[in-house]
C-alpha cells in the first residue's frame, strides 16, 4: 500500500516546481502583449522610440521566456515519474490537450520568439508586428490548452470510466474544451498574467521616472502599463466573479472550504470578510461578514442555498457507502475476468448504477484493500477526509483578494493621472507602483494555492483519491530529486534575478542607443553606464 508520506512528499515536489514555474508563466502572458501594443504605435508612427520599447521590454520577457521554457519540462516528466497511476487512469483525456499544446502553442510560441529577436534588420515593419501578434498569441494558446487540462481535472466532464479497461475514457471533446471551468480559468489567468506584465512595466518605469532618468522612454511605458492594466484588473475582478459562480456548481466543498462556511445558512448566505476559524470544533468563533453577498457570487440568486461543510460532509458520507458497492463490484469483475470469467450482465448492470460514486469509495482504500473490512471509524475518516483544511484556504483566498484590491486602487489612480498629465510629479504614486511589483505574483501563488488545494482529497475531482495517484517509488528517490529541484531553481533563480535587474538598471541603454533624456536616445552617455 502506497504510505501516506510517499503522498506527501510527491504533492510536495510537484507543489514546488508548479509554484516556481508559475512566476515565469504570468510575466510572459502579460508582456506579450505590452509589447503588441508598443509595436503597434511603431508601426503607425515610425519614431524609433517605441521600436526601442519593444526592444528593451522584449529583451526582458526574453530572458523570464527562457526560464519559464526551462521550469515547465520538469513538470511533464513528473507525470510519469511520481505520478504514474495517474497518468494510466486518465492519461486518455489529460494528455489530449497537452498534446495540441505542443503542437499548435509552443512550436508556434517558440517560433515566433526566435523571429522576434533576430528578425529587426531581417523583415519588414509589418511583417516583425505580425511575428509579435502570432508570439502572443501562441502564448494564449498555450495558456488555454494546458488550463483546459487543468479544468477538466477541476470539473472532470466528457469522459467515462470503463470497468475493462480500467481507466477514464474521452467521450466528447467539445465537453472538455467548453468545460465552463477550463473557459473560466482560461480567461481569469491569462487576465491575471496582463496584470503582472503590466505591473512590472509600471514599477520599472516609475523607479527611472524617480531616478529621474530615460524620463521620455519611461513615460510612454507608464502609459501604456496604466492603460493595460487597468482594463486587466478590471478583467481579472469581473472573471474572479465567474470563477466563484462555476465553483459553486462544480466543487461547493471548495467554496464552503473557501468562506469558513460550516452550516448552511438561509439563502442568500453572507461572505465573511474575516474569521477566527476552530477546526477542532468545526465552527468559526467570530466572524465579519456582509450580508447576501456571498449568495450572489455563488448562486447568482437570493433564494438559492449554499451547503455548508457539515451537510457537505453528510452527502459525502452517503456516496461514500454508495461507493464501497461500487469497488467491491469493480473488485469482483476484476477477478472474475483475471480467471477468464465474463461479469454477468446483472452485476454490470449493478456496477453502472452506482459508478458515479465510484471516486468516493475509493477514498477507503487509503485505510483498507478489501471492502469487506471497512468499519464505522473509516468511513468517518474517509469523510472528513472529504474536505480541505479550512484554515490555509480561507485566509489564502483573502491574500488573493486583498492584493486585487491594492492592485484595482493602484490602476486606477495610475491612469486618473495619466489622463490628468501630472503622474509624473506624484512621488507617493511612483513610489506605490514600484513596491506593487511583487502584488501579482502573490495574488496568482495564492490563487492556484486555492485552486490545487482546495480540490484535495482529489487529482481529478470526485474521481480518482491523491493518494492512488502517486507512483509506487521509494520515498527517498522523491526526497533526493526534490532536493535536485529545488537546488537547480535556486540556481535558476539566482540567474533570472541577476539578469533582470542588470538589464533594468542599463535601460534602454542596453539596447547601444544611449539613454533618452529628450525624445531621442542621447548617443553622448556611454550606454554601457
Not at 512566476?23 to 506579450?32: D, I, Q, R
Not at 528578425?119 to 494558446?141: E, N, P
Not at 513615460?219 to 474572479?240: D, M, P, Q, T, W
Not at 466572524?287 to 433564494?303: A, E, F, K, Q
Request: charged share 15%; glycine share 8%.
Amino acid at each position: 500500500m502506497i504510505t501516506e508520506h510517499l503522498v506527501d512528499i510527491s504533492r510536495l515536489q510537484f507543489a514546488a516546481t508548479a509554484l516556481f514555474h508559475f512566476l515565469f508563466v504570468p510575466l510572459t502572458l502579460g508582456m506579450t502583449w505590452l509589447l503588441v501594443i508598443m509595436e503597434a504605435v511603431y508601426l503607425t508612427t515610425g519614431k524609433q522610440i517605441w521600436q526601442d520599447m519593444t526592444r528593451f521590454w522584449g529583451k526582458l520577457f526574453g530572458i523570464n521566456f527562457v526560464l519559464g521554457v526551462t521550469t515547465g519540462i520538469t513538470m511533464e516528466f513528473q507525470f510519469g515519474t511520481n505520478w504514474a497511476y495517474y497518468s494510466h487512469y486518465v492519461g486518455d483525456i489529460f494528455g489530449a490537450p497537452l498534446a495540441i499544446e505542443g503542437l499548435m502553442a509552443f512550436f508556434l510560441e517558440s517560433t515566433m520568439v526566435g523571429l522576434f529577436f533576430f528578425g529587426w534588420d531581417k523583415m519588414s515593419r509589418l511583417q516583425h508586428f505580425v511575428t509579435t501578434v502570432l508570439m502572443a498569441l501562441g502564448t494564449s494558446l498555450s495558456a488555454l490548452w494546458i488550463l483546459v487540462a487543468n479544468g477538466w481535472m477541476q470539473n472532470p466532464v466528457g469522459a467515462e470510466f470503463n470497468y475493462q479497461t480500467m481507466r477514464m475514457e474521452m467521450v466528447s471533446f467539445a465537453q472538455i474544451f467548453l468545460n465552463p471551468d477550463a473557459q473560466n480559468k482560461f480567461v481569469h489567468t491569462v487576465s491575471a498574467g496582463y496584470v503582472t506584465g503590466a505591473s512590472f512595466v509600471l514599477g520599472v518605469s516609475a523607479w527611472y521616472l524617480l531616478k529621474n532618468r530615460d524620463v521620455a522612454f519611461a513615460k510612454r511605458s507608464f502609459h501604456v502599463a496604466a492603460a493595460f492594466g487597468f482594463a486587466a484588473i478590471c478583467s481579472v475582478i469581473v472573471l474572479g466573479d465567474e470563477s466563484g459562480y462555476s465553483i459553486g456548481h462544480a466543487q461547493q466543498t471548495k467554496l464552503a472550504a473557501i468562506e469558513a462556511m460550516w452550516e448552511t445558512e438561509p439563502a442568500p448566505a453572507s461572505f465573511n470578510i474575516i474569521a477566527s476559524i476552530n477546526e477542532a470544533e468545526q465552527k468559526n468563533n467570530w466572524t465579519v461578514h456582509v450580508p447576501y453577498m456571498m449568495g450572489i457570487i455563488g448562486t447568482r440568486s437570493l433564494d438559492k442555498e449554499i451547503l455548508g461543510i457539515h451537510d457537505i460532509k453528510k452527502i459525502n458520507e452517503a456516496r461514500i457507502k454508495n461507493g464501497m458497492t461500487a469497488v467491491s463490484l469493480l473488485d469482483q469483475m476484476r477477478a472474475d475476468k483475471a480467471q477468464g470469467v465474463q461479469p454477468s450482465q446483472a452485476m454490470i448492470a449493478q456496477f453502472e448504477q452506482v459508478k458515479s460514486d465510484l471516486g468516493f469509495g475509493l477514498l477507503l482504500k487509503k485505510y483498507t484493500d478489501d471492502m469487506a473490512t471497512v468499519t464505522p471509524q473509516m468511513i468517518a475518516q474517509a469523510v472528513d477526509d472529504s474536505v480541505p483544511s479550512v484554515t490555509p484556504m480561507f485566509w489564502t483566498f483573502r491574500v488573493m483578494v486583498g492584493m486585487g484590491v491594492l492592485m484595482l486602487s493602484l490602476y486606477a489612480l495610475c491612469l486618473l493621472f495619466v489622463l490628468k498629465g501630472n503622474f509624473m510629479h506624484k512621488k507617493w504614486l511612483l513610489r506605490f507602483a514600484l513596491m506593487m511589483i511583487p502584488a501579482p505574483w502573490i495574488a496568482i501563488e495564492a490563487g492556484w494555492f486555492v485552486a490545487e488545494y482546495g480540490r484535495q482529497p482529489w487529482t481529478v475531482y470526485g474521481v480518482l483519491p491523491t493518494h492512488l495517484s502517486v507512483s509506487n517509488i521509494d520515498v527517498n528517490q522523491v526526497l533526493w530529486s526534490l532536493a535536485g529541484f529545488v537546488a537547480f531553481y535556486g540556481i535558476l533563480f539566482i540567474i533570472e534575478m541577476t539578469l533582470m535587474v542588470k538589464y533594468v538598471r542599463l535601460g534602454p541603454a542596453s539596447l547601444g542607443t544611449g539613454r533618452y533624456d529628450g525624445e531621442q536616445p542621447s548617443m553622448l552617455i556611454n550606454p554601457q553606464r
